[in-house]
């Protein structure tokens, strides 16, 4: 019983918290875009909000000045990659999923055009490779409980 109310529980505020991840993405990358000589930051992260957010934070707050990893992490209008990292490995585990966890060939595949190829080719080429295809979201969707 435990197990069985921690499993569809496993999946809680997925979506809200994939939402909370696309704001801060959106706001980074709306920030880059800017001259930085006239950037208001609090009407920039309010107007993302008002597009995206579900629960608005109280006016108070002021998270956008501990947000390190756009302004001293190097990842300027990078923050995205997070989230493009999960699209990626729902979508590629997903053939997994589809052949079987220990099919051979699906694991040599992911070998070869994956793991033995590294940085020698562009990252996408690599990806239709290995997939057959370029990624989709539906994997990520679907392991985060958010469709069926």
Same mark, same amino acid.
């Given at each position: 019983?435990?197990?069985?109310?921690?499993?569809?529980?496993?999946?809680?505020?997925?979506?809200?918290?994939?939402?909370?991840?696309?704001?801060?993405?959106?706001?980074?990358?709306?920030?880059?875009?800017?001259?930085?000589?006239?950037? #208001?930051?609090?009407?920039?992260? @309010?107007?993302? !909000?008002?597009?995206?957010?579900? +629960?608005?934070?109280?006016?108070?707050? &002021?998270?956008?000045?501990?947000?390190?990893?756009?302004?001293?992490?190097?990842?300027?209008?990078?923050?995205?990659?997070?989230?493009?990292?999960?699209?990626?490995?729902?979508?590629?585990?997903?053939?997994?999923?589809? #052949?079987?966890?220990?099919?051979? @060939?699906?694991? !040599?595949?992911?070998?070869?055009? +994956?793991?033995?190829?590294?940085?020698? &080719?562009?990252?996408?080429?690599?990806?239709?490779?290995?997939?057959?295809?370029?990624?989709?979201?539906?994997?990520?969707?679907?392991?985060?409980?958010?469709?069926?």
């Amino acid at each position: 019983d435990l197990l069985d109310r921690m499993l569809a529980a496993r999946n809680f505020q997925s979506a809200m918290q994939m939402v909370r991840q696309l704001e801060f993405s959106l706001f980074d990358f709306l920030l880059h875009q800017q001259d930085g000589s006239a950037v #208001d930051v609090q009407k920039t992260l @309010d107007a993302v !909000r008002d597009e995206v957010a579900v +629960i608005t934070p109280p006016s108070f707050n &002021r998270f956008q000045n501990s947000f390190g990893h756009i302004f001293a992490g190097g990842y300027a209008a990078g923050y995205y990659s997070y989230k493009w990292a999960e699209v990626l490995s729902s979508d590629a585990f997903s053939r997994f999923e589809e #052949d079987g966890i220990f099919n051979r @060939d699906t694991g !040599r595949s992911f070998l070869q055009n +994956i793991l033995e190829m590294g940085g020698s &080719r562009e990252p996408m080429d690599l990806f239709v490779a290995f997939r057959g295809r370029e990624p989709n979201v539906d994997a990520l969707l679907r392991h985060s409980g958010i469709t069926g």
